[in-house]
């Protein structure tokens, strides 16, 4: 079975807080809706369905989508959208079957920093194959947000990978914030209400996407006075502080096993000058990580590099709550890529960095608390 050929790829489902965002790219103009146990969901704009744009989103209620196991995504061709009696074709439909996230043994696989590369990313991320139960792409998929062509790659790595089939997590990085086309990231990616940063539950899995945004001071050059990420960061603090306090339905809910902090700079970590920035705030997001939610591990990217990291050894230096994964390895100069394959079972969680053929070229085994 192949996707329709009005798709750029599979459809890809992303879970953000108490739902999926259902994403499809096309490449030619269309409406859409999916369908879930009857119940149309709509790409729309306040009631008015969308078509400007080669990229739909749909949100699906989570324990929807999770009860009924499939969906349906529709849509009818577009040929000429004008004021009065518009044209377009007829409805045509194309049925994906879905599993949510079980309670243990969970394959996770972890894809950061491909810089607009596809194929490698996605050989390296089909490690377990059918077994894979949770994908997390965790920032700079796109090289940069200069045009927004480049937001394909993260659904079609994510469509390759999953077929639409199973959840999966994104998280924003640093070099999605450079370009002309940053500032319309959300029409294109999931959030939470236009927030990168967000808690989600999925199965016996409580995660928080983080958002570090630019890494270097606001002022530097390189960024042209274009952003604010230090307002950007203590609005997460915020966050975090509300997050902590209202465990009930989050970090603290009795079906949690296991607790994740995905984002996609380690931000415990020492880093050197210009990239030494935010120790206060940092130290802070750990302060609280570590009184109230302790997290199980951080899972990062933007390293370029695949290492396990423990609270109190050399890169600590902000009171690291947990174990720091790196999960990451791209070579530009050739098409290959290491990723992270992630195991959680029986409160163990067994790392694997693994490549495109699937060899392990480094692996770990953490017990968590």
Not at 72 to 78: A, I, K
Not at 136 to 160: C, M, Q, R, W, Y
Not at 188 to 211: E, F, M, Q, R
Request: charge should be negative; charged fraction near 25%; proline fraction near 7%.
């Amino acid at each position: 079975m192949t996707f329709p050929s009005v798709f750029e790829t599979w459809p890809a489902v992303y879970a953000v807080a108490d739902r999926y965002e259902i994403i499809v790219p096309v490449n030619k103009p269309t409406v859409m809706w999916v369908t879930v146990s009857g119940k149309n969901y709509y790409d729309d704009s306040n009631g008015i369905l969308r078509s400007a744009r080669l990229t739909h989103k749909m949100d699906v209620p989570m324990s929807e989508l999770d009860s009924a196991g499939r969906y349906t995504v529709c849509w009818r061709e577009v040929f000429n959208r004008k004021p009065y009696h518009s044209k377009l074709g007829d409805v045509e439909s194309f049925t994906v079957g879905f599993r949510s996230v079980k309670q243990d043994n969970i394959h996770i696989y972890h894809i950061s920093d491909a810089h607009n590369a596809v194929e490698a990313p996605v050989a390296a991320g089909k490690f377990f194959g059918d077994d894979l139960d949770l994908l997390v792409l965790n920032g700079d998929i796109p090289d940069h947000s200069g045009k927004a062509e480049n937001f394909t790659a993260i659904h079609k790595i994510a469509g390759e990978i999953t077929h639409g089939e199973l959840p999966v997590i994104f998280a924003r990085g640093n070099h999605d914030l450079r370009g002309v086309c940053a500032e319309n990231l959300a029409d294109y990616t999931p959030t939470d209400n236009g927030k990168s940063y967000y808690t989600v539950n999925l199965g016996s899995i409580w995660a928080a996407v983080l958002d570090c945004g630019e890494d270097k001071p606001d002022d530097d050059p390189e960024y042209g006075h274009t952003v604010c990420c230090h307002d950007f960061r203590v609005r997460q603090t915020e966050f975090l502080k509300k997050t902590a306090a209202y465990p009930e339905n989050g970090f603290g809910a009795e079906d949690v096993k296991y607790k994740i902090v995905i984002s996609h700079n380690p931000f415990p970590e020492t880093h050197r000058p210009p990239f030494d920035i935010e120790k206060d705030i940092y130290t802070e997001w750990c302060d609280i990580l570590k009184a109230s939610i302790r997290p199980d591990f951080i899972l990062s990217g933007h390293v370029h590099n695949c290492y396990v990291t423990l609270p109190g050894e050399a890169k600590d230096c902000k009171g690291q709550p947990c174990p720091v994964i790196a999960g990451s390895k791209p070579y530009r100069e050739a098409p290959f890529f290491v990723g992270c394959a992630i195991t959680l079972k029986d409160g163990i969680a067994d790392i694997r960095f693994t490549d495109p053929e699937g060899n392990i070229t480094d692996q770990t085994v953490l017990k968590l608390q």
